[in-house]
């Protein structure tokens, strides 16, 4: 199964669009030291998705947070936002099939779900 | 690295955790926390309020509390010591949902925040289930 275990969906709840070119990171807090590891970045496509961040076989059981550049993308709308950056930070115990990670983002709210 | 050394390694760096008792106005800035899976407030939950450094980019521990019976923390910060900036909420979800029998998939949120207006009153609350949370910008 060589599908990205890891999908991420940005939608702009404002203008009930899609979240369209955000830059997303993707992390992983290293068992050693208490660093975050950058494992991949990423740009939202016309959909708001992201897949690719990272493989099926790096993807083991850890502690995970994806980080998404919102201020940027707020001000290429020409809009602000309270929230600066947003991070969602996740437990991987076991290897998922396929994990979809939603985002849903206002420029004075989020909504964050997780669908496996 | 498991959640509980995680948190051993925190507590050596962090000051003890001090319920704040903040006596005068209340506080400019509150928060509330729902268990939407289970339709109750989210007591018992403890919380850290940062504010970050313009220059060196380094968050400063403002408060440390636990959430009340009602899901609320009063007493975050003072009107004085309310000042522009960034701050984040970290909440610590791990533990809660332990403390209820549970796992969750969000070991902590932390939810940051930009204030710019400090005549304002701001309230960041926390909605949570197992698998999903979501915050809002209210007064």
């Known amino acids: 199964n060589s599908s990205p275990p890891l999908s991420i969906h940005v939608l702009n709840t404002g203008g009930g669009i899609p979240a369209i070119k955000m830059d997303v990171s993707l992390h992983r807090l290293s068992s050693e ?16 998705c992201c897949l690719g961040m990272i493989n099926r076989e790096d993807f083991t059981p850890g502690m995970y947070k994806v980080r998404f550049e919102t201020s940027s993308y707020w001000e290429s709308l020409c809009l602000t936002s ?16 396929r994990l979809h990670l939603n985002l849903l983002i206002s420029g004075t709210s989020y909504y964050t779900y997780i669908e496996s | 690295m498991s959640l509980k050394r995680l948190q051993t390694l925190k507590d050596h760096i962090l000051p ?3 319920p704040t ?31 970050q450094d313009p220059c060196t980019n380094a968050w400063t521990q403002i408060t440390t ?3 009340n019976e009602d899901g609320r923390c009063p007493g975050l910060i003072t009107k004085e010591n309310f000042t522009p900036g960034v701050y984040k909420l970290y ?5 809660y949902w332990a403390s209820l029998g549970e796992t969750c998939f969000y070991p902590y949120v932390e939810i940051v925040f930009t204030i710019t207006n400090t005549e304002q009153k701001y309230h960041i609350p926390l909605l949570l289930s197992r698998f999903s949370y979501s915050t809002y910008r209210g007064s």
């Open chain 2, 91 to 95: 909440f610590e979800t791990a533990g």
């Open chain 1, 82 to 97: 309270i929230h600066p950056y947003i991070e969602v930070v996740f437990t991987i115990r076991r290897p998922e099939q």
């Open chain 2, 16 to 18: 003890d955790h001090k």
């Open chain 1, 33 to 48: 030291l208490i660093i975050w590891n950058m494992l991949g970045v990423g740009l939202t496509d016309e959909n708001g």
């Open chain 2, 21 to 51: 008792a903040m006596a005068g106005s209340p506080s400019p800035l509150t928060t509330h926390v729902l268990n939407t899976a289970m339709g109750v407030p989210g007591s018992n939950m403890i919380l850290f309020l940062h504010r």
């Open chain 2, 65 to 67: 509390g636990i959430t």
